[in-house]
């Protein structure tokens, strides 16, 4: 079994940076891709970016896609999510998400493709 767990939330002003990491624990032998989503007050969960382990590639939202950097450390069987330029809209909560079963690029972005989840950290962004 697979456990994730991330750190690094906060309050930052807009414009600032953040880094957060996801650390993964048990049998990370198992983990296919790691990915991390957001969730904002009254919204839907949405995609953020994912790195996928075995034949290493990333995949981005195109909201993120030029201010959001993912990478992983293979030893520390960590990831992390640099965010920079932040916005106010980037304000949630931010999980991080593994997947063991099966996973491909074209599913990257759905929730459904991960089955392991953290509790989440937030993130606030004042303007």
């Known amino acids: 079994q697979v456990h994730v767990v991330e750190s690094g939330g906060g309050l930052v002003q807009a414009g600032g940076s953040l880094r957060l990491s996801c650390v993964a624990s048990?049998?990370?032998?198992?983990?296919?891709?790691m990915g991390w989503f957001r969730q904002a007050p009254g919204k839907e969960r949405e995609f953020v970016a994912a790195h996928k382990w075995n034949i290493p590639s990333t995949y981005y939202a195109d909201s993120v896609k030029r201010r959001a950097t993912i990478s992983r450390d293979t030893a520390k069987t960590t990831v992390y999510l640099q965010m920079n330029s932040l916005k106010p809209e980037d304000t949630a909560v931010y999980y991080c998400?593994?997947?063991?079963?099966?996973?491909?690029?074209?599913?990257?972005?759905?929730?459904?493709?991960?089955?392991?989840w953290g509790q989440g950290t937030q993130v606030t962004v004042s303007s």
């Open positions: 048990g049998r990370t032998s198992d983990i296919l891709a």
């Open positions: 998400a593994a997947a063991t079963t099966y996973y491909s690029s074209s599913i990257a972005s759905y929730s459904s493709s991960y089955n392991v």
